[in-house]
């Protein structure tokens, strides 16, 4: 699909993929799994080259040579003026002639939200497996629906592997705008800044929080305006219906009925999803139908699990940053300090800073 800037679900999949670098530490059984991570990441590595190389050569196309030019001016910024990494990572590009880098496998039991988790050595366990040609991504969802799995394949344009890798701007990323571009490398530099284990609310939170008060400061060094919040907001809107389907869904799950009864209520709940999708699409965006691809495809528990993991906790990093007095480096400190509190303690401290706003 072509689009002329971000996608309105790009934020909910540019990071969330295993560190494909564990493979490294892993003594998991499956090695083909395993080793079709290790020669993807390897093709990777191999297609890197340095932007300024790229930029240089005048057989690159002036569309290319801006768009790496504005990336270079913003990984620059990242890291003077956001006290992000300074290194090797989104100063070095790979064309990888296909749409996406590699495309995630979601999973889920059929009456269940609960996701089918996959561990790795460094970035723990997460909810998905990624791959990087799209037909084993397919076949690997094809095994799991015959064990009577839900299961939902999303493409991934980005990814972050923490560090362990100088990542390169992807021609996967080109497709956005100059501003999302910048914006992704100020959310995968986060996650690079600090990283917890088995807890990707805090993550993709904190990296959500860096990316988009980053992408204010950015603004504001080059004289430009706020952005325009409708498109946020509506992004914001649709996806509270999401999450207000998937509680109801969790409720059904949870309760009394058998398994027939609950089978029919969740085709229910998809269809009542839809049917206020275009009431509000159509009283309040003006018909914008640029949610209906995703909405009138196929449904299914897993198909909802992505939403909610970049937003939950941005207000409590907001409050944090406020209390640093704007000051990054006592941000980070303090992001620090609340990543190293025990599980509970962690949420509970985040859900006070919630509070007081």
Not at 28 to 35: E, H, M
Not at 94 to 102: E, Q, S
Request: glycine residues 8%.
């Amino acid at each position: 699909m072509k689009r002329s800037g971000p996608g309105p679900l790009d934020r909910v999949f540019s990071a969330l993929v295993p560190v494909l670098g564990a493979f490294l530490l892993s003594g998991c059984s499956n090695l083909g799994y395993y080793g079709q991570l290790a020669e993807g990441q390897w093709q990777l590595l191999r297609a890197r080259q340095p932007v300024e190389k790229v930029i240089a050569d005048p057989h690159s196309s002036a569309k290319l040579r801006a768009r790496l030019q504005h990336a270079e001016q913003a990984r620059v910024f990242a890291s003077q003026h956001l006290e992000l990494p300074d290194n090797r990572s989104y100063r070095v590009y790979a064309d990888l002639g296909r749409p996406y880098v590699v495309w995630n496998v979601f999973a889920t039991p059929e009456l269940s939200l609960q996701p089918v988790t996959h561990c790795f050595p460094i970035a723990g366990c997460v909810a998905y497996r990624g791959y990087y040609r799209q037909g084993a991504a397919r076949g690997a969802a094809a095994l799991m629906r015959q064990d009577g799995l839900d299961v939902y394949v999303g493409g991934v344009e980005a990814y972050s592997t923490l560090g362990w890798f100088d990542d390169p701007i992807l021609s996967s990323m080109l497709g956005w705008g100059d501003e999302r571009l910048a914006t992704l490398i100020f959310h995968e530099l986060a996650h690079q800044r600090f990283y917890v284990q088995d807890d990707t609310e805090f993550n993709e939170s904190f990296a959500t929080f860096v990316e988009q008060e980053g992408t204010r400061q950015w603004r504001a060094a080059r004289g430009l305006a706020a952005n325009d919040e409708s498109q946020s907001a509506q992004r914001d809107q649709f996806v509270r219906l999401v999450l207000a389907s998937r509680e109801r869904l969790q409720a059904i799950y949870a309760g009394p009925l058998d398994d027939g009864h609950k089978r029919a209520a969740k085709q229910a709940e998809f269809e009542r999803l839809r049917r206020e999708y275009r009431q509000v699409r159509d009283s309040q965006w003006a018909g914008d139908k640029r949610y209906d691809a995703w909405m009138y495809g196929p449904m299914s528990n897993a198909k909802l699990l992505p939403f909610g993991l970049y937003d939950q906790w941005v207000p409590a990093f907001a409050a944090v940053f406020r209390e640093a007095g704007g000051d990054w480096q006592r941000f980070y400190a303090r992001v620090e300090t609340l990543g190293r509190l025990p599980v509970e303690k962690r949420k509970a401290a985040l859900a006070r800073l919630v509070e007081s706003q």
